[in-house]
């Protein structure tokens, strides 16, 4: 088993005024060469944006881009003509493709919203855009993994979202104790793992707020929550694409 560990602390940090953005890979004006991607896994960036502000129109193309407001609403436009608000509890998809314009704004004037916007490099290119958003219910559904992301299949049901990349998203809210054994669905993928709140132990490892880990050359690892209504975000991804 290969690890790397992401200590919050280590992330980059960018703050705007406006925004107050921190990443674990290499994004916007922080490089890391040493944090440039984790497999597919091309961006982690967790964001708080003020009330009323936000990302005016930009371009993207050729990314698989999955939002995650942790708390607060975010408001998305984009060239396909979606008007959206992404609250808490829902996430978003859009397959940038061959190109798309977005904005994205906090939805509230009068308190901020923290998101989480990950990319993924796709496993197709020059896809047509798409934009798709779900709620998922995370309260009824404690000390278990919701998968939130799977890949696309030519027959995907409406349980989770999905995207161009062999890849899995699943979060989680455990109480103290409780623990799960998270098998890989697809041998040669590698697993991030990035608690949201509280403290996790990943293997032998000991995970606390925003801290993660990569771990590549493995089949299965035991996750246990060392802290009440502590909370998880999996991500597994092709380590070659």
């Known amino acids: ?63 698989e881009i999955i939002s995650i407001p942790l708390y607060g609403d975010l408001e998305h436009k984009d060239s396909m003509g979606h008007t959206e608000v992404i609250k808490t509890g829902e996430v978003q998809v859009m397959s940038a493709g061959s190109g798309i314009t977005h904005s994205e704004y906090n939805a509230n004037e009068d308190k901020p919203v923290n998101f989480f916007q990950i990319w993924v490099f796709p496993d197709t290119k020059n896809v047509k855009p798409r934009y798709d958003q779900k709620a998922f219910d995370f309260i009824h559904n404690k000390n278990r993994l919701v998968q939130i992301v799977e890949p696309y299949n030519g027959k995907n049901d409406a349980s989770s979202l999905w995207i161009h990349q062999d890849a899995w998203f699943s979060i989680g809210t455990f109480d ?9 669905k697809k041998q040669g993928n ?16 000991t995970l606390h707020y925003r801290d993660a880990i990569g771990l590549s050359d493995i089949g299965k690892i035991q ?6 209504n502590a909370r998880i975000l999996l991500i597994e991804v092709p380590m070659n694409f």
């Not at 103290?176 to 890989?184: D, H, I, R, T």
């Open 1 to 63: 088993m290969k690890t790397i560990l992401y200590r919050s602390s280590s992330r980059g940090h960018a703050n705007h005024g406006w925004l107050d953005s921190r990443h674990t890979f290499s994004f916007a004006n922080y490089y890391n060469p040493d944090r440039i991607h984790f497999g597919a896994l091309r961006v982690v960036n967790d964001d708080i944006v003020k009330g009323g502000e936000g990302f005016g129109t930009h371009p993207h193309d050729n990314m």
């Open 176 to 184: 103290k104790g409780n623990s799960l054994e998270y098998e890989l």
């Open 190 to 205: 590698g697993l991030f793992v990035m608690v949201i709140e509280g403290e996790f132990s990943v293997g032998d490892e």
């Open 223 to 228: 996750i246990t929550a060392n802290t009440e």
